[in-house]
C-alpha cells in the first residue's frame, strides 16, 4: 500500500524538484548576465540596461523564490541574499533614499540672498507630453528662474504661458521640440540644423549682468519592441543607443563653443537611465544635479509609475546644486524636475 502511494507522489516530487532546479538555474544565469551587463555597460547590451537593476532582481528574486518553495534547500537562501545586494548596491534609487525619504524642494523658492552675495537660481526640466500647454503651466507653481521643455507647445501658447506669468523679464526661445523659458535676456544660439528637434540653446543674461550658457535636450527616444529572443530587437536597441550618444556628444561639441568659461547648465530628456553609457562622454566637470543632491525616489517615467529616472539637469562648477526633486505632474506621462543652484559669486 506504502509503496504504491509513494510510486504515486513520486513524479510529483520529481517534477517540483526539476522545476525548482530549472529555476535556480535560470536565475544563476540571469544574475551573471545583469552583473556582467551593468558593468562592461556597453552598446550592445543597451537593452538590459535600459531597465533598472531593480527590476531585473526582483524577476531573479521570483525565480529564487519558486526554487526554494520546490526544493526547499536553506542553501537557496544565499541566492536570495544575492539578488538583494545585487539591487541595493546598484539601484540608482537606493542612493538618493539614503539622503531622505521625502522631497525637499518646496513651492515657495529661497529667496536669493543679497548680503551674503549668494544668488540662487531655480530650474525646472518637463516633457510636456505632445505639446500640452497644460503640463508646461504646472511648473511655473514652482516659480522657476528657467523652465526647459521638451515636446515643447506651439510659439503661439508659449505667448499665453509668457502672459500668465506677469513678468516683462521673462523670454522665450525656442525650436519645434524644446523651448526655454526664463527671467532675463535669452540669445538664441543657432545649433546646427541637424539638431532642430533636439535642442534648443541660449545665453541667459541676469538682471545684474551674470551669464548662464543655456541648453535643452530631447535625445532620440527609446526603442520600445521586447523580444529579446530575436536578435534584431539587440540590434536595434544598440543602434539607438549609438544614435543618442552621438547626438550628445555633437550637441555638447557646439554647446562649449557657445559657453566659454562661463556658468553653464543643460538638461531635458535624455530618454536614458542615469547609469547608461552615453554619459560616458561627459567631461567630469559636469555635475548631475538629483545624482548629487536629490532626495526620495527621482525617477521620471512614467509620471503614475515611475520605474525610471531619463530626464536630468547637469551643470558645472560655477553653479553648485543644492537641492532637487522629481515632482508628481497631471499632465504628462513625465514627472517633472526641479534643481535649485547656487551661482558662484566668482561670476555674479
Avoid at 15 to 25: D, F, N, Q, T
Avoid at 103 to 128: D, G
Avoid at 227 to 247: A, M, V
Wanted: one cysteine or more.
Amino acid at each position: 500500500m506504502n509503496s504504491k502511494r509513494l510510486r504515486k507522489i513520486n513524479p510529483a516530487i520529481k517534477i517540483a524538484r526539476a522545476i525548482g532546479w530549472l529555476a535556480l538555474l535560470v536565475s544563476t544565469i540571469l544574475h551573471s548576465l545583469i552583473l556582467f551587463s551593468f558593468n562592461y555597460n556597453s552598446d550592445q547590451l543597451s537593452i538590459v540596461t535600459v531597465f533598472p537593476i531593480w527590476l531585473w532582481s526582483v524577476i531573479g528574486l521570483g525565480f529564487i523564490f519558486i526554487s526554494i518553495i520546490c526544493l526547499k534547500k536553506k542553501l537557496l537562501l544565499w541566492f536570495f541574499g544575492a539578488w538583494i545586494f545585487t539591487a541595493l548596491l546598484g539601484s540608482d534609487e537606493i542612493t538618493s533614499l539614503k539622503r531622505g525619504f521625502t522631497p525637499t524642494v518646496k513651492k515657495i523658492k529661497t529667496e536669493t540672498n543679497l548680503a551674503n552675495h549668494i544668488q540662487t537660481l531655480r530650474i525646472a526640466s518637463i516633457n510636456c507630453n505632445d505639446r500640452k500647454i497644460e503640463a508646461a503651466l504646472e511648473s511655473i507653481d514652482y516659480n522657476p528662474d528657467v523652465i526647459f521643455l521638451q515636446e515643447s507647445p506651439s510659439p503661439k501658447n508659449l505667448q499665453i504661458i509668457k502672459n500668465k506669468l506677469l513678468n516683462p523679464t521673462i523670454q522665450i526661445v525656442g525650436g519645434w521640440d524644446c523651448s526655454i523659458i526664463a527671467k532675463g535676456k535669452l540669445t538664441k544660439r543657432n545649433y546646427s540644423s541637424t539638431f532642430y528637434n533636439h535642442a534648443t540653446g541660449a545665453m541667459l543674461t541676469l538682471e545684474n549682468g551674470s551669464t548662464i550658457e543655456l541648453l535643452c535636450i530631447h535625445l532620440e527616444s527609446a526603442v520600445t519592441r521586447w523580444d529579446l529572443w530575436n536578435k534584431n530587437c539587440w540590434k536595434e536597441h544598440q543602434e539607438r543607443s549609438q544614435e543618442r550618444r552621438d547626438q550628445l556628444k555633437r550637441l555638447l561639441s557646439q554647446y562649449e563653443e557657445f559657453a566659454s568659461d562661463r556658468p553653464k547648465i543643460f538638461g531635458g530628456d535624455f530618454n536614458s537611465p542615469q547609469n547608461s553609457n552615453l554619459f560616458k562622454i561627459l567631461s567630469p566637470e559636469y555635475k548631475n544635479a538629483f545624482s548629487s543632491i536629490g532626495k526620495g525616489i527621482g525617477n521620471t517615467f512614467t509620471n503614475y509609475f515611475p520605474v525610471i529616472r531619463i530626464d536630468h539637469i547637469y551643470s558645472n562648477p560655477a553653479l553648485q546644486p543644492v537641492d532637487a526633486s522629481s515632482i508628481k505632474t497631471v499632465h504628462s506621462d513625465h514627472r517633472m524636475l526641479i534643481c535649485d543652484f547656487i551661482l558662484d559669486h566668482d561670476y555674479q
